[in-house]
């Protein structure tokens, strides 16, 4: 495993702005990926983080509301843009080493509330 | 599409006893499943994995049971104790390493 770090740790936001939060992760691994937990949900999946080249976004994500950058092996952002009450969400970058096994480390999460 | 289902959505149980939380999911074609850990605000902690040509994974207290051509898996957890009150997830692995979550199990364990 590693130590993954997501900042910040949770936010309040104003509607209409936009909101980047970085996932660092201490060793280089394969795949990054972003989820959503909207409040008394569990985990959707928005996208997964591609080094150096555009995210693949799953469906109902698009990369306008939800641009991500992945510019190295360690660290990535998600940014949430223009955003709304719904937004409101625990934000979680995971993980995956490409050991084979394909187990995914969460990091600790980014709680963001919208007014 | 995949669905994941976690049974029962909540369960309360006194200190020492042991316990079973469920997990069914639609599409046996799957390369593992994971069990999770969440605690209240927090992220998740990985508990166990499963591979799917597995059957059952072991770690301390915990075991955890894999049966794909039915689409089951139990998560059993002996002597249990109050810090093991958590949400716990079960989530499936598919295509492109997506996982799909059922809504999890909440439990409370009383001292």
């Known amino acids: 495993s590693a130590v993954i770090s997501q900042k910040p740790s949770r936010d309040i936001c104003q509607r209409g702005t936009s909101l980047t939060i970085q996932c660092q992760v201490d060793?280089?691994?394969?795949?990054m990926f972003w989820y959503r937990q909207q409040p008394g949900q569990s985990l959707t999946l928005i996208a997964t983080a591609n080094q150096g080249s555009e995210a693949t976004y799953e469906s109902g994500f698009v990369i306008d509301k939800f641009p991500i950058s992945r510019p190295n092996l360690t660290f990535s952002t998600l940014t949430v843009s223009n955003m709304s009450p719904e937004d409101s969400s625990i934000y979680l970058c995971?993980?995956?080493f490409g050991s084979g096994s394909y187990e995914q480390y969460f990091g600790p999460g980014t709680r963001l509330t919208v007014t | 599409k995949q669905e994941v289902t976690q049974i029962p959505a909540a369960l309360s149980v006194p200190e020492g006893e042991n316990l079973v939380l469920n997990c069914s999911f639609t599409d046996s074609a799957i390369y593992n499943l994971q069990w999770f850990r969440q605690d209240p605000g927090k992220g998740l902690t990985s508990l166990l994995l499963i591979q799917s040509s597995q059957r059952e994974q072991t770690s301390g207290r915990l075991n955890a049971s894999l049966d794909k051509s039915s689409g089951r898996s139990t998560l059993y957890i002996a002597a249990s104790q109050p810090g093991d009150s958590a949400t716990y997830l079960c989530a499936v692995l598919q295509g492109a390493q997506k996982l799909v979550f059922g809504q999890g199990t909440r439990l409370t364990i009383n001292p």
């Open positions: 995971s993980v995956e």
């Open positions: 060793s280089q691994v394969t795949m």
